[in-house]
């Protein structure tokens, strides 16, 4: 048993010529697609549900910059467009390889039959990922960070399919469900086109911590920032953490401001958007723990009632104070002390 434990593990490592990448793409999409329920609408559809997002957007854009502020000279919001499940996955897969090609690359591995098992694994569980997102994500906006110069095409989007699957479900008022989704992904357009700096530092950190993976080095120091965290990866996460909390909750402050004064339903919506966020089965309790996407959304709901607290007892001309560089973000620990936030900021 010891010989053949021995010879297996042997066949197992042995270089079979060449490298490999740790994710094949294509293997990615097709066990994402593989996975989803309902994934193509129809191209009219599509069509159709974006004209009529784009009618609900002009009408909103007024109320949005009256409340947030205006935008820059020439700058304007991007169309929105309706994509299916399937158009969500290939969205965000290019979003991925922009910015994971990279530390793909740099860590390429001999070819084995080990690394093939490995690979096929890392395959399965991102594309397993992509399509329990893609069954719940109602709306996306991507900034276009990492893109080629010069930068532009961010885009606005609204998956119809879950989209319409939800308003159904909870028996939502359908024009409403669309002008509340509209007003928090327009509101992820403003924060961008109306601080460039934010697309600068967003781009920045990214650059850091790719290039902590990517740059030559000692073999030991490129494993350990490739397999763990390094203290200056950790430093960058941090504030890219404490970042996107107030990116995410500014937006929906934003989203409930608006719905309260201009949406009949708003109440029912949300209602079941608490319940949609409470009410999760024991295998999507058990995926968002695996995946840290229960942690993600505390730090989003800490951003949210950071600005929820400023907003209350300052206004949004206070509040928008975060908007003016880096270094008027509030740091994670302020995050729960608005209060420390403010003197701050204020000195």
Known sequence: MLGLATAAVAEAVRPRGGTTLLLDWEEVRRTARARLDNPALDRGQLASAAMGYRALADKLES???????????????????????????????TILR?????????????NSLIVEVGKAGVDRYVGSMLAFLGRRVLGQYDPQLM????????????????????????????????????????THAWQFAAHPWLRRYMEESMRVLIESVTKKGPAIARYAAFVGVLPA????????????????????????????????????????YRERSTGKSALEVLIWKLTGLDLKLQQYQRGEAFCRAVFDQHGIQILNRVWDGPDSMPRLNELANPGAWYRRTSA
């Open 147 to 186: 893109a080629a110069e010069p930068m532009g095409g961010e885009g606005l989007y609204l998956v119809e399919t879950n989209v319409v699957d939800w308003q159904r479900h909870a028996n939502l008022p359908e024009e409403d469900l669309r002008r509340w989704l509209i007003l928090h992904e327009m």
């Open 98 to 110: 922009r910015a994971v090609d990279p530390v793909l690359e740099a860590g390429r591995m001999p």
């Open 233 to 272: 990866q950790w430093r960058v996460m941090r504030r890219v953490q404490g970042t996107m909390s107030v990116v995410e909750g500014y937006s929906n402050l934003v989203m409930n401001q608006l719905g309260r004064k201009l949406l009949p339903g708003f109440d029912r919506i949300e209602q079941a």
């Open 63 to 93: 109320p949005l910059l009256n409340l947030v502020g205006g935008l820059p000279k020439g700058a304007s919001f991007p169309q929105f467009e309706a994509i299916d499940r399937e158009g969500w996955i290939d969205l965000n897969l």
